[in-house]
């Protein structure tokens, strides 16, 4: 059988079993656990334990539980509410403030929280209420939250720069460094779109009001005084130190990425006991239990998606489908649509971590040849990966969205959040004209290219 049948079959057999309802994980190594019965010598089974524990066996993994539990610990405080109500107090005067308030809340809560989820449920179950109390319509509140929500993935600690590291060898320090500025080009793009869509809200609620209608609450003038001002200072000041200190322990060269996960969970834990008195065993088991079930979650898919790729390496069809891609002769430009295309696809089906981990042997050898960065290529990529968490089916933060408001329709949340794909795929554009955006900081802390 030559290398397109069996890409073929492993490929629609991998459909299947996904389509099937199986859970990610499994459904992945299952058809890698067949794939190697039927294809590879009788032996090889006996090397599937060995395999998957020699990939999870790497130091850069062992971030990713720690960076989980500092996630957890954030978010199972009032951090997320504490955070929000500040931004709101101090940019409550701005046209739009509300909603600027609510992406920034959301930019650092992703910088301290590393997760997608806990940055929608967090600053969405405080944020949302707020918004439509105060005249936001319910699509538009849920959207802004939803791609927020988005930069948990982009912005570190990420976990998927973190599996992007692994799995194209690059360094994590430096893919850390690149996501920070395409994440503050997003903030920009999601706060300038609140300012817009406020402005456009605020005009119909004047023309209905002009009309005898019934009068907004968006036309309402909020002021804060300054006294109100200074009192909500303290209640971020913490998790600010937090945010400030892990950056420094790494980019300072003072801790590893593991060192560094390892002090940022410690910070978050000792932070929340000081902070919000969660120091007793009840406050913490539920941290602790959240943390296993994601973390093993977590390496349960990434350890199926590696034996995946293993198996996928050895068949030689990751090989071959790299070679086919490179004898096309694409344009650079063209190769990178059509990578990230195929990744927009995938992004309808899997979540980023399997996206990563079952692509790059394929997608990676091209680029280089075509002679792309892979740490710009990883955030691109990365800021890509983000559409699939607010567009259908998967959607994560949708459903995460539709779990914390029911009172909105599904339908209300996707169409809330289709002006923020949009404006994705410009910062996508954006990148591209301009990728010093993503490499000046790397560059400029680790002196070059690596």
């Known amino acids: 059988m030559t290398a397109l049948q069996l890409g073929l079959l492993y490929g629609g057999a991998t459909i299947a079993a996904l389509f099937s309802g199986i859970p990610i994980a499994f459904a992945l190594g299952g058809v890698a656990t067949i794939f190697m019965f039927a294809f590879m010598p009788g032996g090889a089974l006996d090397t599937i334990a060995q395999n998957v524990f020699e990939e999870l066996a790497s130091i850069t993994l062992l971030t990713i539980p720690l960076f989980i539990l500092k996630g957890a610990a954030i978010g199972k405080s009032r951090a997320g509410k504490d955070l929000y109500d500040a931004l709101h107090t101090w940019l409550g005067r ?49 959207g802004l939250v939803a791609a927020g929500g988005t930069l948990g993935i982009l912005l570190p600690p990420s976990i998927v720069l973190i599996l ?31 300012v817009f869509q406020w402005g456009r809200e605020h005009s119909k609620a004047e023309k209905i009001a002009a009309s005898g209608g019934a009068r907004s609450p968006i036309l309402a003038d909020e002021h804060f005084t300054l006294s109100q001002r200074l009192t909500a200072l303290p209640r971020v000041l913490p998790f600010l130190v937090l945010l400030t200190g892990v950056m420094v322990a790494l980019y300072g060269g003072f801790a590893t990425p593991s060192e560094t996960a390892g002090l940022g969970a410690v910070m978050a834990l ?53 070679q086919a891609i490179v004898a096309l002769h694409l344009s650079k430009w063209l190769l990178l649509t059509a990578i990230l295309l195929m990744v927009v696809v995938l992004g309808f089906f899997l979540p980023p971590v ?81 990728p010093g955006i993503a490499m000046w900081l790397p560059d400029a802390v680790y002196g070059g290219p690596k």
């Not at 360094?171 to 500025?181: K, V, Y």
């Open 270 to 322: 000792a932070l929340i006991a000081v902070v919000y008195g969660a120091w007793r065993l009840s406050d913490l088991k539920p941290i602790f239990i959240g943390t296993l079930g994601e973390s093993g979650m977590l390496l349960m898919i990434i350890g199926m998606s590696l034996l995946y790729s293993y198996v996928m390496s050895y068949l030689h069809i990751s090989q071959s489908a790299a």
């Open 164 to 194: 992007y590291a692994v799995a194209s060898q690059q360094s994590l320090g430096r893919l850390f460094l690149a996501g920070l500025g395409p994440g503050v080009l997003l903030v920009v793009l999601f706060a300038s779109f609140a």
């Open 94 to 142: 701005v046209p739009g403030g509300l909603g600027v308030a609510v992406v920034l809340a959301c930019g650092l809560f992703a910088a301290m929280a590393g997760s997608s989820p806990a940055t929608c449920s967090a600053i969405g179950s405080s944020g949302i209420p707020e918004m439509r109390k105060r005249g936001y319509s319910p699509g538009f509140a849920a």
């Open 354 to 434: 399997s996206i990563i981990l079952m692509t790059a042997p394929i997608i990676l050898p091209p680029l280089t040849a075509a002679g792309f960065d892979l740490v710009w290529f990883g955030v691109v990529m990365a800021v890509v990966m983000e559409m699939g968490l607010i567009h259908p089916p998967v959607g994560l933060n949708i459903f995460v969205i539709n779990r914390i408001a029911p009172d909105i329709g599904l339908g209300q949340v996707i169409r809330g959040t289709i002006p923020f794909v949009v404006l994705m795929a410009i910062g996508v554009v954006i990148l591209s004209l301009v």
